[in-house]
C-alpha cells in the first residue's frame, strides 16, 4: 500500500462548483499534513497546512480525521483559476515528507 | 524574491557525463531536500539534511550523491546521468523537520 494515496482524478468541474479532494495514508507515525498546489511544469506551492481537526482559508478548507488516516480539501466557488494540481503531502518528525500522486483539477468558465 | 534559488533552470547533459545541480536559500532553514519527479509523477524524496545530518532514501540510486557544505548551500551530484534520469529535480527547505517546505523553481534535466 502506498504511503499517501490521492483521488485519481482528473476533476473537471464547471465555474462556482464545489469540489473535494481526499487523501489516505498509512503511516500513523504522520504527523504534519500540507496541502500544495503544483502549476503545469512549475514547483509545488504551500496551498494550506493542517495541524489540528481542520482549518479554513477563504474559499478552501483543510479536514483533517486521524482516526480514519483521512485528510480531504473541499474548495467552494471553484474558479478558473483554481486549475491545477493538488498535492496532499504528509510529514514525520523524522524529516520524511512524503507527497501523494496528486489530483488535476480543471475549472471551465 | 527567490528565497530557494535553484540552478541552473534548465540542464541538457551527455549521456554517462556528472552533472550538479545547485540550490541556495536565503531562509537560514536547517533542513533541505531534494526530489526527483518526472512527468505527470508525484515528486519523489531523494535525501535530506537536517543541518549537516545526512539522509538518504533506502531506494535512492548510488548515482545521486549530495553536498552540503554550509547552511545556505546544497548540491545534487548526478555521476553517470541515464536517459532514465531526466526529470525535473525540486530542492526545498523547512525550517525543522516534518513542516511545511519551500520549493525553489526546479531544474528540469535532460539527458541526451
Known amino acids: 500500500r502506498k504511503e499517501v494515496e490521492q483521488d485519481p482524478g482528473p476533476f473537471n468541474v464547471p465555474e462556482g462548483a464545489t469540489v473535494a479532494f481526499n487523501c489516505t495514508y498509512s503511516n500513523s507515525a504522520s504527523q504534519s499534513f500540507f496541502w500544495y498546489r503544483q502549476d503545469c511544469r512549475k514547483e509545488p506551492k504551500l496551498l494550506m497546512s493542517v495541524y489540528s481537526s481542520g482549518n479554513e482559508d477563504g474559499r478552501f478548507t483543510a479536514q483533517l480525521n486521524k482516526a480514519s488516516q483521512y485528510v480531504s480539501l473541499p474548495i467552494r466557488d471553484s474558479q478558473p483559476s483554481d486549475s491545477a494540481t493538488y498535492l496532499c503531502?504528509?510529514?514525520?518528525?523524522?524529516?520524511?515528507?512524503?507527497f501523494g500522486q496528486g489530483t488535476i483539477l480543471t475549472v471551465h468558465p | 524574491d527567490a528565497m530557494v534559488i535553484q540552478n541552473p533552470r534548465y540542464q541538457v547533459t551527455q549521456f554517462g557525463k556528472p552533472v550538479t545541480l545547485s540550490c541556495s536559500q536565503t531562509?537560514?532553514?536547517?533542513?533541505m531536500y531534494w526530489y526527483q519527479q518526472k512527468s505527470s509523477q508525484a515528486p519523489k524524496l531523494l535525501f535530506h539534511y537536517y543541518d549537516k545530518d545526512f539522509n538518504n532514501e533506502a531506494d535512492t540510486p548510488d548515482n545521486f550523491q549530495s553536498r552540503r557544505p554550509n547552511t545556505s548551500f546544497c548540491f545534487l551530484d548526478i555521476r553517470s546521468p541515464g536517459l532514465g534520469d531526466a526529470a525535473m529535480y525540486l530542492c526545498?527547505?523547512?525550517?525543522?523537520?516534518?513542516?511545511?517546505?519551500?520549493f525553489g523553481q526546479g531544474t528540469r534535466l535532460t539527458v541526451v
Open positions: 531562509l537560514n532553514h536547517n533542513v
Open positions: 503531502v504528509l510529514g514525520t518528525s523524522y524529516g520524511k515528507l512524503t
Open positions: 526545498a527547505t523547512s525550517r525543522i523537520q516534518g513542516i511545511e517546505a519551500f
